[in-house]
């Protein structure tokens, strides 16, 4: 870069490095830095630090959290017995938020992929199954995405579990709601047509 | 947040703050840091950390540096007789992309704007006026963005700079190139028309 300096040009590019910055933003982001207070600046740098070193995965669940277990296998109020199986923390997020769910969670950390090399031992599937033979499971709730991979990941883990006389389910295929009919792909709509209930 | 982990909760907030980094992003961003390996944290955290401290501002242009002055004004075969004054460091950056501009620069580090309470004494103005006391000053040309503010801060700047008999210019306004004359708007239009060249 042409000015030089280059403690920026660092910044800059670690910014870029980031998933969906590009070198545009990476440039925003990082003269935003530089324009910051220097305690701020810290504050940043030092949250990141704190971070990456306390956050670690729950023993039970998966789940991140920075103590043993975290809040949602600790609460004492929530339905132990059903569990739903995600791809990552994220979809635990997404979960929470329809504050609807009320059983607990298992974080697989990936989904089985043969192409990128990722099979089911490189996923936390064994402490699915531990947690499946020492724990009340009524349901496991097969919550991977709806994709290739995700079908293929909960097609897995469903021919584990079943056999084990344990309900296993899937999330259900259909129209999202507030959707347009007209522009849901032939597949969606088709799923949603075989989907259908009485009413 | 449900998962209740402060420390990520934090670092979610953190990338909130930053500028075009809504919730979603933020929560990525966020995820990703703890998925890095913990050297590359904290690598980034160092970055960060690191350019705040050693960057300032050049002692003569203004324009960010980690020496005394940028490697811009430090280069003898720059033209020094010309003066680019810009708003912000980003935008020297835009000129030595064009590879054909070889006078220096002077950053303003902001506009005039009264209405966010931006007078000219917050301005890197007086470092701008003793520069043209000082050295041999051909001309000073007013590279402001083309907004209401860009335009009174040049304004302001030639009617300071022009009775000290220095050539004062400003960029040329136009249709921009690779541009399509239908989606311009009837401003730009009609200073490319009045503009107009010789062919």
């Known amino acids: 870069m042409a000015t030089g300096a280059l403690p920026l ?21 990082a003269f935003h830095i530089l324009d910051m207070p220097a305690e701020k600046a810290a504050d940043f740098a030092n949250t990141i630090l704190e971070a990456r070193e306390k956050i670690k995965k729950c023993s039970v669940c998966q789940n991140l959290t920075d103590s043993e277990t975290c809040p949602i296998c600790q609460n004492t109020h929530r339905d132990k017995s059903t569990i739903c199986v995600v791809e990552n923390p994220q979809d635990i997020l997404a979960f929470e938020r329809t504050k609807e769910y009320n059983g607990v969670y298992h ?11 990722v099979g089911p031992d490189q996923l ?61 792909d032939e597949v969606t709509l088709y799923r949603a047509l075989e989907g259908r209930n009485e009413m």
Chains 1, 2 share one sequence.
């Open 124 to 184: 936390a599937i064994k402490e699915l199954l531990a947690r499946i033979g020492t724990e009340e499971v009524a349901e496991v709730i097969m919550a991977t995405n709806p994709t290739v991979e995700g079908e293929a990941t909960a097609t897995y883990l469903a021919r584990l579990i079943k056999p084990m006389n344990i309900r296993t389910t899937r999330l259900a295929y259909g129209i999202p709601v507030g959707g347009n009919l007209e522009y849901a």
């Open 107 to 117: 974080v697989l950390h990936g989904l089985i992929s043969p192409m990128n090399g």
């Open 9 to 29: 040009v660092r910044l800059i590019e670690q910014f870029e490095r980031l998933p969906g910055v590009g070198k545009k933003s990476a440039q925003r982001l």
